[in-house]
């Protein structure tokens, strides 16, 4: 080869390293502008991804998001708000609320009137912030009809047909599936907010700290000066955390499932609270932060709980978090732990709803869950439609187990394991709790958790 043949060559490889070089830098460009609606921040997701509702009345349609890392939009349907322009301000003025609500109740078909369609689901409107503000007005549900779909038709409500509403319902989580409502979506670019999810994150944080191990007054530094909180617990959770801690016991408050939106000025928090004492952990419930930038610093400006854990005698005005400590107060001594055993039957069990799982084998994996199961809100037949439509969404799923402890306790199995979860779009490692129960003389999974590790 001569040495002109030589230089060709070197020169062609240059230009290609070159050009190579600025297609990847194309693409991390277009990377760090890429623009979604402006009512997404980031926020970090666990085993599954989340779903999101946004309405844009100013367009009459309703998109679903799902979110993983980042939102991707995977429907777009038509839909039908207030008669009358505006944010809602008063009962029977006609408008539909704007701002970040929650889903608290589902109704099928045969509990509604014609006027709803097949299926309906009610918004917390008004809400805490609507509260304060004076905003008056209820039953702003998001359902279907049995007429004409026309724009800007409805009471205040949002309405959709009833085949779109039913491509809608498998996606939503009774109080975690956001409907984020608001006049027109604005785009914005979304790596440029990644320091606002850490400002947020650590808010956060810090809060818990301060229920955890803090003082009053770090407390109550987290609160706009303007709202004033209910904090008619502390001296209460003061007095149980310390006697708790007396024994050297391990005692920590921690938070979960955290994500975060924006509608204008106001940023929504919601995130699951749990206490952990020694080896037992309690959910004190899904708390709510509203939070407004003030003065370059983050204040939450209301609070409340989404959700409380089940639990029984609790009265009215009972604080969740002071539920939690009476429960971990409560003597354990006298009741014999599940004990754990070698179950090479629940194993195999296991094993195979995994597989069933990974194959994407809606049937198979089907089967494995009780009739009663409930998780996340929802019952069997919504979960199996969840997961149905992750399938389809998904080119493989992979999931695996390790270090599997089988607890036998009455009428019931507890089974759990570490869980690897990975697909083309998502990988997650954490704690999966099965509880069984027997039906049919078989063991079938009727409560199903997982916990980031």
Known sequence: ????????????????????????????????????????????TGETPEYILVVE??????????????????????????????????????KTPEGIYFFTRHYEDKELSPIYGVTAFTSDYPNLLDRIA??????IWLHGTNKELKPRDSNGCVALRNADLEKVAPFIRLNRTPIIITETLTPESFETKT??????????????????????????????????????????????RRQLRADKSVLAVESEKVMFFRHKEIYTVLFDLCVRYTDRRYRVGTK???????????????????????????????????????????????????????????????DGWLKAWSSKDIGRYGAF??????????????????KKQLNRKYKYI???????????????M???????????????????????KREDGQWKIFRETWRKM
């Open 57 to 94: 009345k100013s367009t009459q349609t309703l998109r679903v998001y799902e979110y993983n890392g980042k939102p991707r939009e995977i429907h777009r349907f038509e839909c039908s708000t207030g008669k009358s322009v505006g944010a809602k301000e008063r009962a029977g003025d006609s």
């Open 195 to 240: 320091a606002l999810k850490s400002v947020i994150l650590s808010l956060i944080s810090g809060w818990v700290n301060a229920l955890d191990r803090g003082t009053y007054h770090e407390y109550v530094g987290f609160y706009d000066s303007e709202y004033v909180p209910d904090i008619s617990w502390w001296n209460g959770w003061n007095t149980a």
């Open 134 to 139: 004076g905003r008056t007005g209820s039953a």
């Open 414 to 436: 507890t089974v759990s394991f570490v869980q690897k979860y990975e697909s083309n779009r998502l990988r997650a490692v954490g704690r999966k709790q099965l509880v069984l």
């Open 288 to 350: 709510k932060l509203f939070l407004k930038q003030s003065q370059d610093r983050f204040r939450i400006i209301g609070e409340n709980y989404q959700t409380f854990p089940d639990i029984k005698k609790a009265g009215p005005s009972d604080h969740p978090l002071m539920l939690a400590v009476n429960r971990l107060h409560q003597p354990v001594a006298d009741e014999a732990p599940p004990a754990v055993v070698r179950d090479d039957k629940i194993e195999n069990m296991v």
């Open 369 to 386: 869950y009780a009739r009663d199961f409930r998780s996340q809100g929802m019952n069997r037949a919504a979960w199996l439609k969840h």
């Open 1 to 44: 080869m001569g040495k002109r043949s030589v230089v060709h060559i070197g020169f062609f490889l240059l230009i290609s390293l070159m050009m190579g070089a600025t297609v990847h830098a194309a693409r991390d460009e277009a990377a760090d502008t890429e623009q979604y609606p402006d009512v997404f921040i980031p926020f970090d």
């Open 398 to 412: 992979r999931v695996t187990k390790r270090n599997l402890v089988v607890r036998k306790g009455g009428n019931q």
